[in-house]
Protein backbone atom coordinates (compact mmCIF):
# COMPACT_ATOMS: atom_id res chain seq x y z
CA UNK A 1 0.00 0.00 0.00
CA UNK A 2 1.59 2.93 -0.87
CA UNK A 3 1.90 5.89 1.26
CA UNK A 4 3.29 9.66 1.05
CA UNK A 5 5.14 11.53 3.76
CA UNK A 6 5.77 15.65 3.67
CA UNK A 7 8.49 16.96 5.29
CA UNK A 8 10.22 20.44 5.57
CA UNK A 9 10.40 23.67 7.18
CA UNK A 10 7.05 24.90 8.92
CA UNK A 11 8.67 28.37 8.83
CA UNK A 12 9.81 30.68 5.89
CA UNK A 13 10.60 33.99 5.62
CA UNK A 14 8.55 36.37 3.16
CA UNK A 15 10.73 36.60 -0.39
CA UNK A 16 12.37 33.21 0.22
CA UNK A 17 12.05 29.84 -0.89
CA UNK A 18 9.75 27.32 0.55
CA UNK A 19 11.17 23.90 0.12
CA UNK A 20 8.98 20.50 1.08
CA UNK A 21 9.76 16.84 0.00
CA UNK A 22 7.24 14.21 0.33
CA UNK A 23 8.80 10.42 0.84
CA UNK A 24 6.81 7.65 -1.19
CA UNK A 25 6.96 4.22 0.54
CA UNK A 26 5.57 1.23 -0.70
CA UNK A 27 6.10 1.72 -4.41
CA UNK A 28 7.84 3.65 -6.53
CA UNK A 29 7.86 6.88 -7.70
CA UNK A 30 8.42 6.16 -11.02
CA UNK A 31 5.62 3.65 -11.64
CA UNK A 32 3.34 4.24 -14.51
CA UNK A 33 0.06 5.41 -15.04
CA UNK A 34 0.58 7.64 -12.36
CA UNK A 35 1.75 11.40 -11.35
CA UNK A 36 2.23 13.33 -8.71
CA UNK A 37 1.30 16.39 -7.43
CA UNK A 38 1.19 19.24 -4.70
CA UNK A 39 -1.92 20.53 -3.23
CA UNK A 40 -2.18 23.37 -0.85
CA UNK A 41 -4.99 24.53 1.84
CA UNK A 42 -4.75 28.01 3.71
CA UNK A 43 -6.01 27.26 6.93
CA UNK A 44 -10.62 27.67 6.51
CA UNK A 45 -10.47 27.08 2.40
CA UNK A 46 -10.55 25.08 0.01
CA UNK A 47 -8.06 23.22 -2.31
CA UNK A 48 -5.78 24.54 -4.44
CA UNK A 49 -3.77 22.48 -7.32
CA UNK A 50 0.08 23.67 -7.55
CA UNK A 51 1.55 21.63 -9.77
CA UNK A 52 2.44 17.69 -11.29
CA UNK A 53 4.87 15.45 -11.98
CA UNK A 54 4.33 13.04 -14.84
CA UNK A 55 6.47 9.98 -14.50
CA UNK A 56 7.25 10.58 -18.06
CA UNK A 57 9.57 13.25 -17.03
CA UNK A 58 7.02 16.24 -17.70
CA UNK A 59 5.94 18.77 -15.27
CA UNK A 60 3.04 21.43 -15.47
CA UNK A 61 1.94 23.84 -13.15
CA UNK A 62 -1.17 25.86 -11.96
CA UNK A 63 -0.76 29.27 -14.08
CA UNK A 64 -1.27 31.46 -10.81
CA UNK A 65 2.03 29.66 -9.55
CA UNK A 66 3.88 29.04 -12.55
CA UNK A 67 6.54 31.44 -11.98
CA UNK A 68 7.35 30.61 -8.88
CA UNK A 69 7.26 26.62 -8.66
CA UNK A 70 9.73 23.90 -9.54
CA UNK A 71 8.68 20.07 -8.78
CA UNK A 72 11.08 17.26 -9.28
CA UNK A 73 11.47 13.68 -8.42
CA UNK A 74 14.49 12.19 -7.14
CA UNK A 75 14.11 8.24 -8.30
CA UNK A 76 17.03 7.34 -5.93
CA UNK A 77 15.44 8.32 -2.44
CA UNK A 78 11.68 8.01 -4.01
CA UNK A 79 11.38 11.49 -3.30
CA UNK A 80 9.05 14.19 -5.02
CA UNK A 81 9.81 17.89 -3.88
CA UNK A 82 8.76 21.09 -4.56
CA UNK A 83 10.26 24.26 -4.44
CA UNK A 84 8.28 28.11 -4.29
CA UNK A 85 9.79 31.22 -4.43
CA UNK A 86 9.52 34.41 -3.24
CA UNK A 87 6.63 33.30 -0.68
CA UNK A 88 4.60 36.15 0.98
CA UNK A 89 2.23 35.41 3.77
CA UNK A 90 -0.48 34.37 1.12
CA UNK A 91 1.72 31.09 0.73
CA UNK A 92 1.13 29.90 4.20
CA UNK A 93 -0.94 26.72 4.13
CA UNK A 94 -1.03 23.04 4.98
CA UNK A 95 0.85 21.55 1.89
CA UNK A 96 -0.15 18.17 0.60
CA UNK A 97 1.53 15.62 -2.00
CA UNK A 98 -0.39 13.26 -3.53
CA UNK A 99 -0.56 10.32 -6.20
CA UNK A 100 -2.71 10.94 -9.28
CA UNK A 101 -3.79 7.70 -10.82
CA UNK A 102 -4.77 7.52 -14.48
CA UNK A 103 -7.28 4.59 -15.77
CA UNK A 104 -7.67 3.23 -19.12
CA UNK A 105 -10.27 5.44 -20.06
CA UNK A 106 -8.26 8.63 -19.00
CA UNK A 107 -10.33 9.69 -16.09
CA UNK A 108 -7.91 10.56 -13.22
CA UNK A 109 -8.25 11.34 -9.58
CA UNK A 110 -5.84 11.94 -6.60
CA UNK A 111 -5.55 9.09 -4.40
CA UNK A 112 -3.56 8.31 -1.43
CA UNK A 113 -2.67 11.52 0.27
CA UNK A 114 0.24 12.46 2.63
CA UNK A 115 -0.63 13.66 6.01
CA UNK A 116 0.05 17.47 5.42
CA UNK A 117 2.52 19.80 6.75
CA UNK A 118 1.86 22.99 7.50
CA UNK A 119 3.98 25.75 6.26
CA UNK A 120 3.68 29.53 7.75
CA UNK A 121 5.53 32.17 6.27
CA UNK A 122 6.49 34.84 8.65
CA UNK A 123 9.23 37.23 9.53
CA UNK B 1 -9.72 27.76 -15.81
CA UNK B 2 -12.70 25.81 -14.94
CA UNK B 3 -14.72 26.73 -12.04
CA UNK B 4 -16.05 24.33 -9.73
CA UNK B 5 -19.37 25.68 -7.47
CA UNK B 6 -20.70 23.53 -4.60
CA UNK B 7 -24.24 23.51 -2.61
CA UNK B 8 -24.81 24.14 0.16
CA UNK B 9 -21.99 25.67 1.57
CA UNK B 10 -22.68 23.69 4.73
CA UNK B 11 -25.68 21.39 5.90
CA UNK B 12 -26.83 20.08 9.07
CA UNK B 13 -28.14 16.62 9.14
CA UNK B 14 -29.35 13.94 11.74
CA UNK B 15 -27.77 10.56 11.61
CA UNK B 16 -29.63 8.02 9.33
CA UNK B 17 -30.92 11.35 6.87
CA UNK B 18 -30.27 10.52 3.49
CA UNK B 19 -28.21 14.01 2.16
CA UNK B 20 -27.10 15.38 -1.53
CA UNK B 21 -24.68 17.67 -2.13
CA UNK B 22 -24.09 19.07 -5.58
CA UNK B 23 -21.21 20.28 -8.01
CA UNK B 24 -21.73 22.13 -10.53
CA UNK B 25 -19.00 23.12 -13.58
CA UNK B 26 -19.00 26.54 -15.38
CA UNK B 27 -18.64 24.02 -18.65
CA UNK B 28 -19.22 20.90 -19.27
CA UNK B 29 -16.32 18.24 -18.12
CA UNK B 30 -18.27 14.85 -19.17
CA UNK B 31 -18.12 12.92 -15.72
CA UNK B 32 -14.42 13.73 -15.10
CA UNK B 33 -15.67 14.34 -11.96
CA UNK B 34 -14.46 13.14 -8.33
CA UNK B 35 -14.80 13.33 -4.74
CA UNK B 36 -13.38 13.81 -1.58
CA UNK B 37 -14.01 13.79 2.20
CA UNK B 38 -12.07 15.78 4.61
CA UNK B 39 -11.94 15.08 7.80
CA UNK B 40 -10.70 18.16 10.70
CA UNK B 41 -6.81 17.67 10.84
CA UNK B 42 -6.52 15.06 8.13
CA UNK B 43 -5.91 14.36 4.69
CA UNK B 44 -8.62 14.62 1.61
CA UNK B 45 -9.70 11.07 0.99
CA UNK B 46 -10.93 9.75 -2.11
CA UNK B 47 -14.85 8.56 -2.08
CA UNK B 48 -15.81 8.64 -5.84
CA UNK B 49 -14.00 8.87 -8.86
CA UNK B 50 -15.13 9.23 -12.90
CA UNK B 51 -18.34 10.94 -10.91
CA UNK B 52 -20.17 7.29 -10.16
CA UNK B 53 -17.56 4.95 -9.47
CA UNK B 54 -16.81 4.04 -5.84
CA UNK B 55 -13.17 4.20 -4.31
CA UNK B 56 -12.29 0.88 -3.49
CA UNK B 57 -13.46 0.34 0.35
CA UNK B 58 -15.65 3.32 0.50
CA UNK B 59 -19.06 2.21 2.01
CA UNK B 60 -21.89 1.77 -0.39
CA UNK B 61 -23.86 4.26 1.06
CA UNK B 62 -22.07 6.74 -0.86
CA UNK B 63 -22.78 7.15 -4.15
CA UNK B 64 -22.12 9.74 -7.10
CA UNK B 65 -24.52 10.70 -10.44
CA UNK B 66 -24.31 13.23 -13.25
CA UNK B 67 -22.48 14.23 -16.12
CA UNK B 68 -21.91 17.49 -18.02
CA UNK B 69 -21.89 20.58 -15.71
CA UNK B 70 -24.38 19.20 -13.01
CA UNK B 71 -23.21 16.68 -10.44
CA UNK B 72 -24.38 15.10 -7.05
CA UNK B 73 -22.62 12.74 -4.30
CA UNK B 74 -25.30 11.34 -2.04
CA UNK B 75 -25.11 9.58 1.24
CA UNK B 76 -28.00 7.48 1.82
CA UNK B 77 -27.95 7.36 5.20
CA UNK B 78 -25.63 9.18 7.51
CA UNK B 79 -23.57 7.28 9.68
CA UNK B 80 -21.50 9.03 12.93
CA UNK B 81 -18.20 9.52 10.49
CA UNK B 82 -19.76 11.22 7.91
CA UNK B 83 -19.46 14.25 9.45
CA UNK B 84 -16.96 16.24 7.19
CA UNK B 85 -16.26 18.36 4.63
CA UNK B 86 -16.78 17.54 0.93
CA UNK B 87 -14.77 18.87 -2.19
CA UNK B 88 -15.85 18.24 -5.90
CA UNK B 89 -12.75 18.37 -8.32
CA UNK B 90 -12.49 18.40 -11.87
CA UNK B 91 -10.20 16.43 -13.79
CA UNK B 92 -11.08 17.12 -17.21
CA UNK B 93 -9.49 20.00 -17.95
CA UNK B 94 -6.01 18.55 -16.87
CA UNK B 95 -3.61 18.97 -16.27
CA UNK B 96 -5.23 22.29 -14.41
CA UNK B 97 -7.43 20.68 -12.15
CA UNK B 98 -9.80 23.12 -10.12
CA UNK B 99 -11.92 21.92 -6.59
CA UNK B 100 -14.92 23.19 -5.04
CA UNK B 101 -15.20 25.31 -2.34
CA UNK B 102 -16.19 22.79 0.18
CA UNK B 103 -19.93 22.00 2.07
CA UNK B 104 -19.08 21.31 5.49
CA UNK B 105 -21.65 18.00 6.66
CA UNK B 106 -22.75 18.88 10.72
CA UNK B 107 -24.37 16.87 12.91
CA UNK B 108 -27.95 18.60 13.45
Known amino acids: QVQLQESGPGLVKPSQTLSLSCTVSGGSISSGSYFWSWIRQPAGKGLEWIGR???????NYNPSLKSRVTISVDTSKNQLSLKLGSVTAADTAVYYCARGVYDSSGYNWFDPWGQGTLVTVSS | DIQMTQSPSSLSASVGDRVTITCRAS??????LNWYQQKPGKAPKLLIY???SLQSGVPSRYSGSGSGTDFTLTISSLQPEDFATYYC??????????FGQGTKLEIK
Open chain 2, 27 to 32: QSISNY
Open chain 2, 50 to 52: AAS
Open chain 1, 53 to 59: FYTSGST
Open chain 2, 89 to 98: QQSYSTPMYT
